[in-house]
């Protein structure tokens, strides 16, 4: 099955260049009709000129985005460098602290197959 996402310029650009191998999202009724094997379009926001295909191979739920970003390699997310603390505030930017604790975080591991 093949989903459909945005995804903004820079995550966009890191996994088009074979650095982000992991892409994090709410666990949320959409994310939850995502399988291993499944295929992912990713559109490039907000002006959605570009897109790319990445294969899903592996699913991995966390209560929050602390406890997972504590739990996958920071190369794996491109985000070396980056503090855990950081990197929740910038995803409390998109997902707020209320929706992740009503649905939990999906880790989705994906290969580029464009």
């Known amino acids: 099955m093949e989903h459909n996402m945005g995804l903004y310029e ?3 650009y890191s996994i088009k260049l074979g ?3 992991v892409e994090v999202r709410l666990n949320d009724e959409k994310r939850r009709r ?7 379009k990713f559109t490039k926001l907000p002006d959605r000129n570009d897109s790319l ?11 929050t985005f602390r406890e997972m970003y504590e739990s996958i390699p920071a190369s794996d997310l ?3 460098g980056d503090s855990i603390k950081g990197m929740v505030e910038e995803t409390y930017r998109i997902y707020t602290p209320e929706k992740e604790k009503e649905w939990g975080t999906l880790a989705i591991t994906i290969r580029l197959i464009d």
């Not at 295909?53 to 209560?63: C, D, G, N, S, Y």
Request: glycine share 4%; no cysteine; aromatic share 8%.
């Open 19 to 21: 650095k982000k191998k």
């Open 53 to 63: 295909t990445v294969k899903v191979i592996e699913l991995r739920e966390f209560p």
């Open 34 to 40: 995502i399988r291993v094997g499944d295929t992912i």
């Open 10 to 12: 820079t995550p966009f």
């Open 78 to 80: 491109d985000s070396v």
